[in-house]
C-alpha cells in the first residue's frame, strides 16, 4: 500500500512538474497570463550562470520548453540558447525587431516582428514553417503627444516598446498588432481563421480563459472575444486623453484569475473586471502615473508596479485594497514573476529586483555594468533616472532621444522568467543573463 | 620695534593683503569658457560672473541641456576657490578653484554625479539677468477666479495679484485632485497684456485684462487651454 501511495505521488509529481515546466513556455507563464512560476526561488543572490550576446536590445522575454530558451532580439533575430550553458542552439533573422515574448507549443515557435509578420519556427531548428502578413506594424502614435512639439506634429511613442505576444491554445495563435487588429491563425498552417478590428494599435497580449481572449487597445478599450468565432462578447472603456494622449491606452497585458480580468492601463490605472460581463469590480488609482507591468496574480493578490512614480504595490485581489507599497528607484515597464516566496521584476535603470511577496522587502538586486557605468549621467548617483538632466527642451527630437540614452543604460523591460531556481531575462545592454 | 613701528608694519600687511585679494577678485571677474567632461556627454560650459556693489552676480550658459543666461546662486568667491549654484533647472552646483595658470578648474556636480571642469577666461563679464516683475494696474490688484478642463476633471484656478515696491507679486494655485500652490517666478503688465509664470513648474497663464476680465489661456508645457479669470467675490 506504501509502496502504492509513494509510487500516486511520484506519478503526481511528475505531473505537476511537467504542467509547471509547460507553463514557461509562453509570456506571462501560461494563457491566463498570472506571472506565477513553479519551483524554488532564489532568496540571495549567487552568482551570473551565463550571459548571452545579441547585437541590439533585448526587450523581448525569455520563455523555457525542454531545457532551451527562447526570446526574441531587437537585432531581428529569434534565439534559441541552451538553458545550462547559454550557448546558441539557433537564431533566425527577421526584418525587424523582436521586442515580443515567443510561445512554444508542439515544437514550433510563434512570433511576431516589427516587419508586420507573424512567424512559426521548428523549434528544434529553427526551419520556418510558415509566416502571416498583418496589415502592417507601428507605434501607437498621436499629435503634441505627451506635451511634445510641435503640438500639431504626430509623433511616435517612444514608450510603446513591446510587441503583443501570443498565446496558442485549441490549434490557434492569437496576438494583436499594430494594425489595430486581434489575429487568430490556424497554428498548424498560418491560414487566418478571423481577426477582430479595433480602433487603434494593439500591442498588449491576449489572454485566454474559458474560450474567452482578454485584451485592450491604444484606442482606450478593453476587449473579451469569443476565441472559436471572434465575436465580440464585452467591452470596457478606460480613461481618454484628448489632449497630450499621455492618460489613455492598454499597454498591460491581463492576468485572469479564478473570472476576474487584471489590466494595467496608461489612464493609471489597475482595473479588475468580470470576465463574464466586463463590469468593474474595483480600481487602484496611481495619481498619473502609468500602469505598463502585466499583474501577477498569486495566493489571492496582485502585484504590479508603476512608471513615473515607480512604486511597487502588493493588493488584495477581491478588494483592490493595499497590502504592500515600497518606493522603488525608477519606472517599472517589467511584470513581476512570482515565484514562491520571492518576487522579481526588472527596473528601467538597469536593474533586477528581488523582493519578499509578503513585505515587498528588497531582498537583492543585480545591477548590469552598463548601468553601473551612467554614461551621460541618464541616472542620479543614487540609481534614479535623472529627468531633469535629461528632458530638458520637448521640442523636435530632444524627449526621445533623451528616452533613448535612458534606454542605454541596459534599462530591464524583459518579464523574469523563473525556471529551477534560475532567473532569465534580457536587457537593452543587449544581453541575456541567467542568474542564480 | 616700538608700538608704531609695529603699527605701521600691521596696516602694510593688511593693505598688501587686500590689494592680492582684490587683485585676485578682478581676476575672477570675467567670461569663463570651457567643458565638463561628463562620460559620453561632453558638455560646453560658459559662466559670467561679475561684481556689483560689492556683491558677486553671475549667469550661466549649457548649451547641451537648454541653459542659456540662467542666474547663480550662492555665489561664493573666496580666492582661489570659486563656488556657486544654477538658479532652478537640474540642480547644478559648480565647485571650482583658479589654478597657477589661471584657470579655473574643479567639478560641475548634479544629482551626486561629479564631472572634472575647467575654464579659461575669456574676456569681460556678460551677465544676464533675469527679466524683472512689472507693476501692475490698480484694477487687477486682488483675486481672480477661473476653471478650465483637462483629462476630464475641472481644474480651479485662483491668482492674486498685489504691487510692491519692486514690482507686483502673485498667489497662483491650482486646485484639481490636488491643491498645487504654485511658485511663481514672474509677473508682468505690459498694456492689457498680464503674464503670471512659475517657470519651475512649466505652468504659465497670460492674458489680456478687457471688460472687467482676464481672458487668456493657461500653458502647460506645450498644452495650452482657453481660461477666463473674473474677480473673485
Same mark, same amino acid.
Given at each position: 500500500?506504501?509502496?502504492?501511495?509513494?509510487?500516486?505521488?511520484?506519478?503526481l509529481g511528475?505531473?505537476c512538474a511537467?504542467?509547471?515546466?509547460?507553463?514557461q513556455?509562453m509570456f506571462?507563464?501560461?494563457p491566463m497570463?498570472?506571472?506565477t512560476?513553479?519551483g524554488?526561488?532564489p532568496?540571495q543572490?549567487?552568482?551570473v550562470?551565463w550571459k548571452f550576446?545579441?547585437?541590439?536590445r533585448v526587450i523581448?522575454?525569455p520563455?523555457?520548453?525542454?531545457?532551451?530558451?527562447?526570446?526574441g532580439?531587437?537585432?531581428?533575430?529569434?534565439?534559441?540558447?541552451?538553458?545550462?550553458?547559454?550557448?546558441?542552439?539557433?537564431?533566425?533573422v527577421t526584418?525587424g525587431?523582436?521586442?515580443?515574448?515567443?510561445?512554444?507549443v508542439?515544437g514550433?515557435v510563434?512570433v511576431?516582428?516589427?516587419?508586420?509578420k507573424f512567424?512559426?519556427?521548428?523549434a528544434q531548428?529553427?526551419?520556418?514553417?510558415?509566416?502571416?502578413?498583418?496589415?502592417g506594424?507601428?507605434?501607437?502614435?498621436a499629435?503634441?503627444?505627451h506635451?511634445?512639439q510641435p503640438?500639431?506634429?504626430?509623433?511616435?511613442?517612444p514608450f510603446d516598446?513591446?510587441l503583443?505576444?501570443p498565446?496558442?491554445a485549441n490549434?490557434?495563435?492569437?496576438?494583436?498588432?499594430?494594425?489595430?487588429?486581434?489575429y487568430a491563425?490556424?497554428?498548424?498552417?498560418?491560414d487566418l481563421?478571423?481577426?477582430?478590428?479595433t480602433?487603434?494599435?494593439?500591442?498588449?497580449?491576449?489572454a485566454?480563459a474559458?474560450?474567452?481572449?482578454f485584451?485592450?487597445?491604444?484606442?482606450?478599450y478593453f476587449?473579451?472575444v469569443?476565441?472559436?468565432?471572434?465575436?465580440?462578447?464585452?467591452r470596457?472603456?478606460?480613461?481618454?486623453?484628448?489632449t497630450?494622449h499621455?492618460?489613455?491606452g492598454?499597454?498591460?497585458?491581463?492576468?485572469?484569475?479564478?473570472?476576474?480580468?487584471y489590466?494595467?492601463?496608461?489612464d493609471?490605472?489597475?482595473?479588475?473586471l468580470?470576465?463574464?460581463t466586463g463590469?468593474?469590480k474595483?480600481?487602484?488609482?496611481?495619481d498619473?502615473?502609468?500602469?505598463?507591468?502585466?499583474p501577477?496574480?498569486?495566493?489571492?493578490k496582485?502585484?504590479?508596479?508603476?512608471s513615473d512614480?515607480?512604486?511597487?504595490?502588493?493588493v488584495?485581489?477581491?478588494?483592490g485594497?493595499?497590502i504592500v507599497r515600497?518606493?522603488?528607484?525608477?519606472?517599472?515597464?517589467s511584470?513581476p514573476a512570482?515565484?514562491?516566496?520571492?518576487?522579481?521584476?526588472?527596473?528601467l535603470n538597469g536593474?533586477l529586483?528581488?523582493?519578499d511577496?509578503?513585505?515587498g522587502?528588497?531582498?537583492?538586486?543585480f545591477?548590469v555594468e552598463?548601468s553601473?557605468?551612467?554614461k551621460g549621467w541618464v541616472?542620479?548617483?543614487?540609481?534614479?533616472f535623472n529627468?531633469?538632466?535629461?528632458?530638458h527642451s520637448?521640442?523636435r527630437e530632444?524627449?526621445?532621444v533623451a528616452?533613448?540614452?535612458?534606454?542605454?543604460?541596459?534599462g530591464?523591460y524583459s518579464?523574469?522568467?523563473v525556471?529551477?531556481?534560475?532567473?532569465?531575462f534580457g536587457s537593452?545592454d543587449g544581453?541575456l543573463?541567467?542568474?542564480? | 620695534?616700538?608700538a608704531?613701528?609695529?603699527?605701521?608694519?600691521?596696516?602694510?600687511?593688511l593693505?598688501?593683503?587686500?590689494a592680492?585679494?582684490?587683485?585676485?577678485?578682478?581676476?575672477?571677474?570675467?567670461r569663463?569658457?570651457?567643458t565638463?567632461?561628463i562620460?559620453d556627454?561632453?558638455l560646453?560650459v560658459?559662466?559670467?560672473l561679475a561684481?556689483?556693489?560689492?556683491a558677486?552676480?553671475?549667469?550661466?550658459i549649457?548649451p547641451?541641456?537648454g541653459?542659456?543666461? =540662467?542666474?547663480?546662486n +550662492?555665489?561664493?568667491? /573666496?580666492p582661489? @576657490?570659486?563656488?556657486?549654484?544654477?538658479k532652478?533647472?537640474p $540642480?547644478i552646483?559648480l565647485?571650482?578653484?583658479l589654478?597657477?595658470?589661471?584657470?579655473?578648474?574643479?567639478n560641475?556636480?548634479?544629482a551626486?554625479?561629479?564631472?572634472?571642469?575647467t575654464l579659461?577666461?575669456t574676456?569681460?563679464p556678460?551677465?544676464e539677468?533675469p527679466?524683472?516683475?512689472?507693476p501692475?494696474a490698480?484694477?487687477?490688484?486682488?483675486?481672480?477666479?477661473?476653471?478650465y478642463?483637462m483629462?476630464g476633471?475641472?481644474?480651479?484656478v485662483s491668482?492674486k495679484f498685489?504691487n510692491h515696491?519692486?514690482g507686483?507679486?502673485a498667489?497662483f494655485?491650482?486646485?484639481?485632485?490636488?491643491h498645487? =500652490?504654485?511658485?511663481v +517666478?514672474l509677473v508682468? /503688465?505690459?498694456? @492689457?497684456?498680464?503674464t503670471?509664470?512659475?517657470?519651475e513648474? $512649466?505652468f504659465?497663464?497670460e492674458?489680456?485684462?478687457?471688460?472687467g476680465?482676464?481672458?487668456?489661456?493657461?500653458?502647460q508645457g506645450a498644452?495650452?487651454?482657453?481660461?477666463?479669470?473674473v474677480?473673485a467675490?
Amino acid at each position: 500500500m506504501r509502496k502504492k501511495i509513494s509510487r500516486i505521488v511520484v506519478v503526481l509529481g511528475t505531473l505537476c512538474a511537467a504542467t509547471a515546466i509547460d507553463a514557461q513556455s509562453m509570456f506571462r507563464g501560461d494563457p491566463m497570463h498570472s506571472g506565477t512560476y513553479a519551483g524554488p526561488a532564489p532568496r540571495q543572490f549567487h552568482r551570473v550562470k551565463w550571459k548571452f550576446p545579441t547585437g541590439d536590445r533585448v526587450i523581448s522575454s525569455p520563455v523555457f520548453k525542454d531545457n532551451v530558451i527562447y526570446f526574441g532580439g531587437d537585432d531581428g533575430n529569434v534565439y534559441a540558447v541552451n538553458a545550462a550553458t547559454g550557448h546558441q542552439i539557433w537564431k533566425r533573422v527577421t526584418n525587424g525587431p523582436v521586442p515580443a515574448t515567443p510561445a512554444v507549443v508542439n515544437g514550433t515557435v510563434y512570433v511576431g516582428s516589427y516587419d508586420g509578420k507573424f512567424y512559426a519556427f521548428d523549434a528544434q531548428t529553427g526551419a520556418l514553417k510558415w509566416k502571416f502578413a498583418t496589415g502592417g506594424e507601428r507605434r501607437f502614435e498621436a499629435k503634441g503627444l505627451h506635451g511634445m512639439q510641435p503640438k500639431d506634429q504626430t509623433i511616435a511613442d517612444p514608450f510603446d516598446t513591446f510587441l503583443s505576444s501570443p498565446v496558442v491554445a485549441n490549434g490557434a495563435v492569437y496576438f494583436g498588432s499594430g494594425d489595430g487588429n486581434l489575429y487568430a491563425l490556424d497554428s498548424a498552417t498560418g491560414d487566418l481563421r478571423w481577426k477582430f478590428k479595433t480602433g487603434d494599435v494593439v500591442h498588449a497580449s491576449p489572454a485566454l480563459a474559458e474560450g474567452v481572449l482578454f485584451f485592450g487597445s491604444w484606442d482606450s478599450y478593453f476587449y473579451a472575444v469569443d476565441a472559436t468565432t471572434g465575436k465580440e462578447k464585452w467591452r470596457f472603456h478606460g480613461g481618454e486623453d484628448p489632449t497630450m494622449h499621455n492618460q489613455v491606452g492598454f499597454q498591460s497585458s491581463p492576468a485572469v484569475v479564478n473570472g476576474t480580468v487584471y489590466t494595467g492601463c496608461r489612464d493609471a490605472n489597475l482595473y479588475a473586471l468580470d470576465a463574464a460581463t466586463g463590469k468593474e469590480k474595483w480600481r487602484f488609482f496611481n495619481d498619473l502615473s502609468w500602469v505598463i507591468t502585466s499583474p501577477a496574480v498569486a495566493d489571492g493578490k496582485v502585484f504590479f508596479a508603476t512608471s513615473d512614480s515607480s512604486l511597487y504595490h502588493v493588493v488584495d485581489a477581491s478588494s483592490g485594497k493595499p497590502i504592500v507599497r515600497q518606493q522603488g528607484k525608477t519606472y517599472m515597464f517589467s511584470s513581476p514573476a512570482v515565484a514562491g516566496d520571492v518576487v522579481f521584476i526588472g527596473v528601467l535603470n538597469g536593474t533586477l529586483e528581488a523582493r519578499d511577496t509578503k513585505t515587498g522587502d528588497l531582498l537583492w538586486d543585480f545591477q548590469v555594468e552598463k548601468s553601473k557605468k551612467n554614461k551621460g549621467w541618464v541616472l542620479t548617483s543614487d540609481g534614479k533616472f535623472n529627468a531633469p538632466f535629461l528632458f530638458h527642451s520637448n521640442w523636435r527630437e530632444a524627449p526621445l532621444v533623451a528616452t533613448d540614452q535612458q534606454i542605454l543604460v541596459g534599462g530591464i523591460y524583459s518579464s523574469p522568467l523563473v525556471v529551477n531556481g534560475v532567473i532569465y531575462f534580457g536587457s537593452a545592454d543587449g544581453f541575456l543573463y541567467a542568474l542564480e | 620695534m616700538t608700538a608704531a613701528r609695529a603699527l605701521v608694519r600691521l596696516v602694510l600687511i593688511l593693505i598688501v593683503a587686500v590689494a592680492l585679494t582684490s587683485r585676485a577678485e578682478d581676476v575672477i571677474s570675467g567670461r569663463w569658457e570651457g567643458t565638463a567632461q561628463i562620460p559620453d556627454n561632453e558638455l560646453s560650459v560658459v559662466i559670467d560672473l561679475a561684481q556689483e556693489n560689492g556683491a558677486w552676480v553671475g549667469s550661466i550658459i549649457i548649451p547641451g541641456l537648454g541653459i542659456k543666461g =540662467v542666474s547663480l546662486n +550662492d555665489i561664493r568667491v /573666496q580666492p582661489p @576657490d570659486v563656488n556657486f549654484a544654477v538658479k532652478g533647472g537640474p $540642480g547644478i552646483e559648480l565647485k571650482l578653484r583658479l589654478d597657477a595658470n589661471n584657470k579655473l578648474a574643479g567639478n560641475l556636480e548634479q544629482a551626486g554625479n561629479r564631472a572634472p571642469t575647467t575654464l579659461q577666461k575669456t574676456g569681460p563679464p556678460q551677465v544676464e539677468y533675469p527679466p524683472r516683475n512689472t507693476p501692475v494696474a490698480k484694477e487687477l490688484e486682488g483675486e481672480w477666479k477661473g476653471d478650465y478642463e483637462m483629462l476630464g476633471n475641472t481644474r480651479h484656478v485662483s491668482i492674486k495679484f498685489a504691487n510692491h515696491p519692486d514690482g507686483a507679486a502673485a498667489d497662483f494655485v491650482v486646485v484639481g485632485r490636488k491643491h498645487n =500652490v504654485l511658485p511663481v +517666478d514672474l509677473v508682468t /503688465q505690459e498694456s @492689457d497684456l498680464v503674464t503670471v509664470d512659475s517657470h519651475e513648474m $512649466g505652468f504659465s497663464f497670460e492674458g489680456r485684462l478687457r471688460d472687467g476680465k482676464l481672458t487668456g489661456a493657461i500653458h502647460q508645457g506645450a498644452i495650452e487651454t482657453p481660461l477666463v479669470l473674473v474677480r473673485a467675490k
